[in-house]
């Protein structure tokens, strides 16, 4: 008799014993699946940060090359996508010393949802922000140079204030260079309607989560850093120095000034 015979028929695993492992390996999933997600994420985090550290460097280049000059305010053109040679906008000024216009780039960038109502079919078809407008990033508008005739700015405090005089932002206008808020992605988790129920940010329109922690921030001094709190994002200044505000009083934080247009 041979050893097949010996031992006898081969014995497969029942039902009962497949389930077992079929819940074992579901119990496992779903305990690893969120860490994998989280070390994704923290990782893209990292990628951010970096690529904005790169943005403050070829501020600080720009403004040492053009003797402490600030560049000029062309944001928010939604005539021309970031594809076309029309197109205007401070990435374009900053190119020249990032030679990579993918650390315009935010990892989570998702777009927003009004790009879709745009009048430009190629802002409308984008997909991310980096894709219409050729950066994921908020440029502040208060602390760049205008010219009235020339910026692209819409914002209320930007026409009452830049509109009508041009104005050159120089290194000595910073009060305080290491807190002020220069560029910043374009959404945070705060601005969610969801959580910002006062409508400080304004967001209702075209919010969309990107990073669910925080976002990148890039500062006057050079330096770059994930915020992820929106009392520390409120307390971040985004004009050079103390600005009249309408009404009266003076402030430069982003919480006094978010609403007219220092970004």
């Known amino acids: 008799m041979d050893d097949v015979q010996k031992r006898g028929p081969a014995r497969g695993f029942t039902l009962i014993e497949l389930l077992v492992v079929i819940a074992i390996i579901a119990i496992l999933a779903a305990i690893l699946f969120p ?21 403050a460097m070829a501020y600080r280049m720009y403004v040492q090359d053009y003797d402490e000059n600030w560049p000029f305010c062309y944001l928010y053109d939604e005539t021309y996508s970031a594809s076309e040679p029309q ?8 190119a020249a010393y990032t030679k990579n216009r993918d650390v315009f780039r935010c990892p989570d960038d998702q777009g927003e949802p009004d790009l879709a109502a745009q009048s430009n079919p190629r802002i409308a078809s984008a997909r991310t922000d980096f894709e219409a407008f050729g950066a994921s990033l908020n440029f502040t508008n208060c602390v760049l140079s205008h010219v009235a ?3 692209l700015a819409t914002s209320t405090f ?3 204030y830049a509109d009508t005089a041009s104005y050159q ?6 009060d305080r260079p290491a807190e002020t808020r220069i560029a910043d992605d374009v959404e945070f988790p705060w601005f969610d309607p969801a959580v910002d129920t006062a409508g400080q940010y304004g967001y209702n329109d ?3 989560l990107w ?17 992820v ?6 307390r971040q200044l985004v004009s050079p120095a103390p600005q009249a505000l309408p009404g009266g009083g003076t402030g430069w934080t982003s919480k006094e000034l978010w609403n007219q247009g220092c970004y």
């Open 211 to 227: 990073h669910p922690r925080g976002g990148s921030v890039v500062f006057a001094d050079g330096h770059s850093k994930f915020t």
């Open 149 to 151: 005739t020339g910026t």
């Open 169 to 174: 932002t120089v290194d000595s206008s910073f």
């Open 206 to 208: 075209y919010y969309r």
């Open 87 to 94: 197109h205007r906008g401070v990435e374009i000024l900053l």
């Open 35 to 55: 860490v994998f997600a989280q070390a994704r994420e923290k990782a893209r985090e990292a990628t951010c940060t970096s690529n904005t550290r790169q943005v």
């Open 158 to 160: 930007i026409n009452n």
């Open 229 to 234: 709190s929106a009392a520390v994002f409120d």
